[in-house]
């Protein structure tokens, strides 16, 4: 007797009802493999790689990715998506496929199809890549089922029951079940209902606000005046020093002033060491 594979009624309902329920009824028309011809088409595309065997095989169980796409419905993804990735590990199970083994292909078709749709699946949940570690992977699809089982046992799902029952750190199970629960958002979403403002407007500025402007100002301006009654208390020369040396313009090297005032250039550094050093007393508690 022949096992009929054919899909949920269900999954001719939702947004993809149209062109799912076109994609079903021509599948449906595709008629299943008995054991004894599965094996003979298989053995056929193993032997011979026969095309024409190894598109028997694969048309044969377009219903059965159907019914395993069906099963990930509640990931947010058109089942049409689901089943058009789950077709890609059933044409890797049928390449790969060992009649000799004697078990079905479904047994075998089975994981390749479920972790092709899998994937997919951590690759639309977030724009950062999910599910890179075997932790990931187990909680991603498990967690629900398993706090579920557990509530159903004992009323509660206790951190260290579940991160128990996951194989996981309770540590690294709070960390996880944050990445799965958080999705991604737009900030050209309306941060309300019937909003113009989006997400984006309500980020904070780290641009300085009018206060550090102010305060900016007035700081300058103390500075400028502290700075001239700095200079007042040098003698004639430290202040054509400090004046030609860092406020006329690009700085005149050492050698040059030396030469403007007939001293070395080692004395006009000492000069400017010192006239610093007095006027970094004046300006200490401005800064």
């Not at 994937?119 to 075997?134: A, C, H, K, P």
């Not at 005046?225 to 007042?232: K, N």
């Not at 050698?255 to 080692?266: C, D, T, V, Y």
């Amino acid at each position: 007797m022949v096992e009929r594979r054919n899909p949920p009624r269900a999954a001719r309902g939702g947004p993809d009802a149209g062109p799912l329920a076109a994609y079903l009824g021509r599948i449906d028309r595709i008629p299943l493999l008995g054991v004894d011809e599965e094996r003979r088409l298989a053995e056929r595309w193993r032997r011979r790689r026969d095309a024409e065997a190894a598109q028997a095989l694969v048309l044969a169980n377009l219903r059965f990715v159907v019914k395993i796409a069906f099963e990930y419905r509640t990931y947010g993804i058109h089942l049409l998506d689901l089943v058009q990735e789950g077709n890609l590990g059933l044409l890797v199970a049928v390449e790969r496929f060992d009649p000799a083994r004697g078990n079905r292909l479904t047994t075998y078709a089975v994981w390749w199809i479920r972790a092709y749709i899998q994937e997919l699946i951590r690759r639309q949940w977030s724009l950062v890549r999910f599910g890179t570690t075997r932790a990931e992977q187990r909680c991603f699809y498990r967690l629900r089922r398993e706090r579920q089982r557990l509530e159903r046992a004992g009323g509660t799902a206790d951190p260290e029951q579940l991160a128990a029952a996951l194989g996981v750190r309770a540590c690294d199970l709070a960390a996880i079940e944050l990445r799965i629960t958080r999705r991604d958002q737009s900030l050209d979403d309306p941060a309300f209902a019937d909003a113009e403002e989006t997400r984006g407007d309500r980020i904070a500025d780290d641009a300085p606000g009018p206060e550090h402007a102010a305060i900016a100002s007035e700081r300058a301006a103390l500075s400028r005046v502290r700075i001239r009654r700095a200079l007042a208390g040098l003698d004639a020369r430290d202040r054509v020093i400090i004046e030609r040396r860092y406020l006329r313009g690009p700085g005149t090297t050492l050698k040059e002033l030396g030469h403007a005032l007939g001293i070395s250039r080692e004395r006009v550094r000492q000069l400017e060491e010192r006239a610093k050093q007095k006027m970094k007393a004046e300006l200490d508690d401005v800064w």
